[in-house]
């Protein structure tokens, strides 16, 4: 199957467990396209302990991601396929209770974020709860704080991303393979 894709980015988003990277390493494949890995995920797997922050050097890191991620999807001249949007960022702003300590901060992350998803061609929104949470040592295994998460990040979704460019995979598709071939198909619409 050949899938044409326009310049534009690829984004997947989802609550942590929902399959976001495997997908991505599928999709990078087949598109021959650069995974930008999550940088969060890549500090913990690195050792880096996220509880040992205080509430502001949290906040910081989250604004670093989302300026450098940002200026990543602007400045590079190849299309890219995210393993988180800036959207993402901004739903872990939000979850974490900063919008309430930090509005004029707030509202400057989610106009950064919104202007941002605007060099993305589609979007991939993966479903909460249709995996099972892996205790893989870096992500919260408490399904209840994704689903917080999950919640935000798809009102953020449905309101700052055009429709025709927002994917919702089905929760009925678990398998690796399934899923691949189901994104793939979407994305040569």
């Known amino acids: 199957m050949g899938v044409t894709m326009g310049r534009g980015h690829i984004g997947l988003t989802g609550s942590a467990g929902t399959g976001k990277t495997t997908l991505g390493k599928g999709l990078a494949a087949r598109l021959d396209r650069e995974l930008v890995a999550e940088a969060m995920r890549a500090r913990l797997m690195a050792g880096f302990d996220l509880h040992q922050l205080t509430r502001a050097g949290h906040r910081s890191l989250l604004l670093e991601d989302a300026t450098s991620l940002a200026r990543r999807l602007t400045n590079d001249n190849t299309p890219l396929l995210t393993d988180r949007t800036p959207l993402d960022m901004a739903a872990f702003w939000l979850a974490n209770g900063y919008g309430v300590e930090a509005p004029a901060a707030t509202e400057a992350l989610l106009a950064r974020a919104i202007c941002a998803m605007a060099d993305y ?23 209840w704080m994704q689903l917080h998460f999950q919640t935000i990040l798809e009102g953020l979704c449905r309101r700052y991303v055009v429709p025709e460019r927002l994917v919702l995979l089905p929760e ?8 691949l071939g189901w994104v793939l198909d979407q994305l040569d619409r």
């Not at 061609?121 to 399904?143: C, F, K, M, Q």
């Open 172 to 179: 009925t598709i678990t398998a690796p393979a399934d899923r």
């Open 121 to 143: 061609e589609r979007v991939i929104l993966l479903p909460w709860g249709a995996l099972p949470l892996a205790d893989d040592g870096i992500r919260s295994t408490n399904p």
